[in-house]
Every structure is written in structure tokens, then in C-alpha cells.
């Protein structure tokens, strides 16, 4: 069984960034494993990871947004590949990220017994988000449907207000929520970041 911490947050918000740190360090005696939406369903994608629902995922038709189904166990699929990992504190960042998707990822994690103990959710405001994309740039496999990265950072920033933050309060009739402010130094919002995990952890003993 997995102890799931869904990590959400604005573009550029740093959720990889404090969960590979994260995942590097450990939880003091835990083994911590970050499995990213984007990055999984991108690798599916481009080819680099191999996936039950690759063929969905990249047959011609295919839908988009891709059905909740089938983002939900691509990405809890990459959960636990060895016997030996189980018991591991799971960070999955950026998903579900919208509420209709909430259901379909509960019923995933019931499905592979794993534990929902909450939501860590990322603040920055929309410059601070749209300066932080230009700076990192146009991301391999990401569907850019716009003119500009600019452009995109904008869209983006408005349908996570307009879905995710939705999604977030929907996860929280499930389990908690801890709101960070990841607008500051790397370092600071780290220490942040790891204190509501330790709440979330907490909460749930």
C-alpha cells in the first residue's frame, strides 16, 4: 500500500522541483518516490516509457483531454514497480487537475489499495508563474495551443484557476489540504514544503 500526497500548484509553482529534492533526500527513514503527471504522460508520448495505455494514450484518435481513466492508471501504474518499495510516501504533482477527474483518481487508488493523506497546493502569483515558464522554456511532448510560450503560460495560469484550485477544494472533502506559498527563495519554500508533509502525516496517524 502507497501513501499517496497529490502535489498541486500554478505552472512554474516548483512542484518537481520540491518533489525530486524530496524524493532525493528521503522522508527521514522513509523512501520518498515523485511521480509527475506531465512527465509520465509526456515520456508516453515521445516514446521513452513504456505504458499498459500507450496505445490509447497515442493512437491517432485519441481523444483530448484524455479520458480520466486512463491518466489515472498511467500515472499510479508507475507506483511500486518492485514488491520491495511498498510502504513508500508517494508525491504525484499535477494531477487530478480538474474535478471530474478526482473521482476517477480516488477510485484508481482504491483499486491498487492505496491511502489518499492529502494535498499540498503551490501558490505564485500569475507573473511570477508566467516569468518562470519563459525561463525554463518550451518542454519536450508538452501541446503548446498557442502563438507564444507567453501566451501559453497565460492560458495555463487561468484553467489552473479555473479547474485545478476546483479540483483541489473537491480533494479536500477526502482528505486535508496545505497551502504553501512557493514565491520565495528554493530554500525557503523546501522547509515549507516539508512541514506539511509532516501535517499531512500527522493528520493521518
Do not use: W
Amino acid at each position: 500500500m502507497a501513501e499517496v500526497i497529490v502535489v498541486h500548484g500554478y505552472a512554474g509553482s516548483g512542484k518537481s522541483t520540491q518533489c525530486s529534492r524530496l524524493e532525493k533526500e528521503g522522508y527521514f527513514e522513509s523512501p520518498v518516490q515523485h511521480i509527475s503527471a506531465g512527465n509520465r504522460l509526456r515520456s508516453i508520448r515521445t516514446g521513452l516509457t513504456t505504458s499498459a495505455y500507450g496505445p490509447l494514450i497515442n493512437h491517432p484518435d485519441a481523444p483530448s483531454p484524455l479520458p480520466d481513466e486512463v491518466v489515472s492508471g498511467a500515472i499510479l501504474e508507475a507506483v511500486f514497480q518492485e514488491p520491495e518499495n511498498y510502504n513508500t510516501l508517494v508525491l504525484i504533482d499535477g494531477y487530478p487537475r480538474h474535478p471530474t477527474a478526482v473521482e476517477a483518481f480516488r477510485n484508481e487508488l482504491v483499486n491498487r489499495s492505496h491511502r489518499l493523506l492529502g494535498t499540498i497546493a503551490l501558490q505564485v502569483s500569475m507573473g511570477t508563474s508566467v516569468e518562470r515558464i519563459l525561463q525554463r522554456g518550451e518542454r519536450t511532448g508538452e501541446k503548446i495551443k498557442a502563438d507564444t510560450l507567453q501566451e501559453f503560460a497565460i492560458q495555463r495560469y487561468e484553467l489552473d484557476r479555473n479547474t485545478t484550485n476546483i479540483a483541489i477544494e473537491t480533494l479536500a472533502e477526502f482528505a486535508p489540504v496545505e497551502i504553501v506559498d512557493s514565491s520565495g527563495e528554493r530554500d525557503v519554500v523546501y522547509k515549507n514544503f516539508r512541514k506539511s508533509i509532516a501535517n499531512l502525516l500527522t493528520f493521518s496517524s
